[in-house]
């Protein structure tokens, strides 16, 4: 399906606003978690983990509004997000953080390459990889390339049946 560059920009800021709305809710898991922590580990998660995230979300912020500036279009409006409840604990909340900043990258990754393949002429069918072991960028890319995504574990059959019903064979 061909489509214009002005459509490919905007799904790409699409892309980019989730992305940067994953790094949001990492951040917001960081500081939830950074309280509940003695102050010898909380400095370690903020030297560590909190500080990289922080700088990501600023980069990929500021990409995002000077991008849809330079094209005309609308930025985003990014909102503060919230983590979760504190009985999750601060491992919680870390592994939260560390799971919105994994689909952050995986979803945006994988919509650049389908870009890529489909403006080479390619017919992508179905999509595999790392993105399989984040189910929030699983979603997120769904939800913005309508592509399936399949696990290529096993046997492969799930990725073989994707396959089938994105070519509308019968199974």
Do not use: W
Request: with cysteine.
């Amino acid at each position: 399906m061909a489509f214009t560059n002005t459509e490919g920009r905007q799904e790409l800021l699409y892309a980019l606003a989730g992305a940067v709305d994953h790094l949001a809710l990492a951040l917001a898991a960081l500081g939830d978690a950074y309280e509940q922590l003695d102050d010898a580990t909380a400095d370690r998660l903020e030297a560590d983990l909190f500080g990289p995230v922080q700088a990501a979300y600023g980069r990929a912020k500021r990409t995002h509004v000077q991008f849809a500036d330079r094209h005309g279009q609308p930025a985003a409006i990014f909102a503060p997000r919230t983590a979760g409840v504190p009985s999750t604990g601060a491992k919680g909340f870390v592994e939260a953080a560390v799971g919105a900043t994994r689909a952050a990258d995986s979803a945006l990754a994988a919509l650049y390459a389908l870009d890529r393949m489909q403006s080479m002429g390619h017919n992508v069918i179905a999509v595999t990889g790392a993105i399989t072991s984040s189910p929030l960028a699983v979603r997120e890319f769904q939800r913005h390339s309508g592509v399936p995504v399949a696990h290529s574990t096993g046997n492969g059959e799930e990725l073989g049946e994707a396959a089938c019903r994105q070519l509308q064979l019968a199974i």
